[in-house]
């Protein structure tokens, strides 16, 4: 059988649009939830077993997602009972989940898994799905689980390997993932496999054997088209950002966008972009499309940073004053938010309370990322030599990502281990130093102190 390695060598006007949409989504929130949650109880009206989470469809629309609500809720309309359909429809929240970033949809796809699962407790299908859910919200614990059973009841089934993958790496355990890769990878190198081929390599600082991995992915899927393919087209061009090629991954995001419109991964790696090259009015253009779309916290935060690098600084604030809101929608929704708000923590209100959440976080993700949120809250609360230690955690893989070595040389700096803090930025400078737009000036502050270089700005293109 040949092998597939997995590691190598080594405007004020849309801002409240938006709000109102997302006070219109909590209130949606109370009627996918059972009656219960919403100050009901177990007397409420319409509190049956048998009561299923029905959305709005346009009957217009011509997605493919839409379409399959709308079948899926016909059928079930028909036969409230039907387990196919239930499943159907909890399949396709979850796929509009996936585009719109509404947290409300996994709570109605929640419900409606519960109740397939009462029937089809082992069904592979059942168990991934839950799976996928759990990932979703952020609840890795409970993901592990459930891709362990899905694996269990279905030997070698690719969807179930990608659950207990993508679980363990966000558990931290290393180890684990990267023999679940491989397994996945040998039973069936295609384009799942093989994206997360890249990850593993990515994570152990292997930036090169990444890129040949997600590049090996693209081609993979290169037969099916569709939001996977361009999924990876986009995180292909994020790996080209990072290490510097910004040609590259602008025709990789371009691909994206040709391959699937409007993919919201492909137009915030276009912002990411547009970043790096101190682009900062374009940069926010683009991501209040992105958050008006797709509102997650990450996209609120960046277009916040690039408004405020373009010195628009209500706006910026404006920006900042929905990722609390968004962050409330998604916390009633079942998904967990404290290593997403963690490191905005640090950096717009940093202190003890802003340490103990990244502390929550990290108890639900102890991956790099969740040492790493906990490392700057550290430094900016002023505990340097405990945020050594988390740093040291956060970069325990080998990462090369520009955020964790900037972070680690920054709080190396501050402990006086200029060597070290060298160290990092060299690998910061050598691939994408503006990757942020709210630390591309503490970036080039500390590249002066520490006798290093910051690279010009890379022209447009």
């Known amino acids: 059988m040949t092998r597939w390695p997995v590691t190598t060598s080594p405007p004020r006007g849309d801002v409240l649009r938006l709000r109102r949409r997302l006070v219109g989504a909590a209130l949606l929130a109370c009627v996918l939830v059972a009656p219960a949650a919403c100050g009901g109880g177990d007397d409420a009206p319409g509190a049956d077993a048998t009561d299923l989470p029905f959305i709005e469809v346009d009957p217009d629309s011509t997605s493919s997602t839409d379409r399959a609500i709308a079948t899926a809720q016909d059928a079930l309309r ?110 069936r190198p295609g384009l799942a496999a093989l994206s997360r081929v890249s990850y593993a390599r990515e994570l152990r600082g292997d930036l090169d054997g990444a890129i040949e991995a997600m590049t090996q992915a693209a081609t993979a899927g290169a037969g099916t088209g569709g939001e996977n393919l361009a999924f990876t087209q986009a995180l292909l061009g994020n790996l080209l950002l990072t290490r510097g090629d910004l040609r590259q991954a602008e025709r990789q995001y371009d691909l994206a966008l040709t391959t699937f419109p409007e993919l919201p991964a492909a137009e915030a790696g276009r912002a990411r972009l547009l970043v790096a090259q101190e682009r900062y009015d374009e940069a926010a253009a683009v991501l209040a499309g992105l958050v008006e779309r797709q509102p997650l916290i990450e996209h609120a935060i960046a277009q916040g940073e690039a408004l405020a690098a373009a010195g628009r600084s209500d706006e910026a604030d404006d920006a900042f004053d ?56 550290l430094f900016r ?81």
Do not use: C
């Open 78 to 187: 028909a036969d409230p009972e039907d387990a196919k359909a239930q499943l159907d429809l909890a399949l396709a929240f979850l796929q509009k989940a996936r585009e719109t970033a509404d947290p409300v949809l996994y709570t109605g796809a929640d419900t409606l898994l519960a109740l397939v699962a009462e029937v089809s407790p082992d069904d592979v299908r059942v168990l991934t799905a839950q799976g996928s859910l759990a990932l979703s919200r952020h609840e890795f614990a409970a993901a592990l689980d459930l891709g362990e059973r899905a694996l269990a009841a279905a030997p070698g089934n690719e969807t179930a390997y990608g659950v207990l993958v993508d679980a363990l790496n966000e558990l931290g355990r290393d180890d684990e993932a990267l023999e679940a890769t491989q397994a996945m990878a040998d039973v």
């Open 322 to 377: 929905l990722v609390e809101g968004i962050a409330a929608l998604q916390e009633a929704n079942g998904v967990q938010v404290d290593v997403d708000l963690a490191l905005f923590d640090a950096e717009r209100d940093p202190g003890d309370d802003a340490v103990a959440r990244a502390r929550r976080g990290l108890e639900q993700r102890p991956s790099i990322v969740g040492h790493d949120a906990l490392a700057w809250n």
């Open 381 to 461: 609360a002023g505990s340097i030599a405990a945020a050594q230690e988390e740093a040291e955690r956060a970069l325990a893989t080998g990462s090369e990502d520009p955020a964790i070595r900037f972070h680690a040389a920054a709080i190396a700096h501050a402990a006086g281990d200029d060597g070290a803090a060298r160290g990092h930025m060299d690998i910061v400078l050598a691939g994408n130093p503006r990757f942020s737009a709210a630390l591309v000036d503490d970036v080039a502050e500390l590249a002066s102190a520490l006798g290093l270089e910051m690279p010009p700005v890379a022209p447009a293109t």
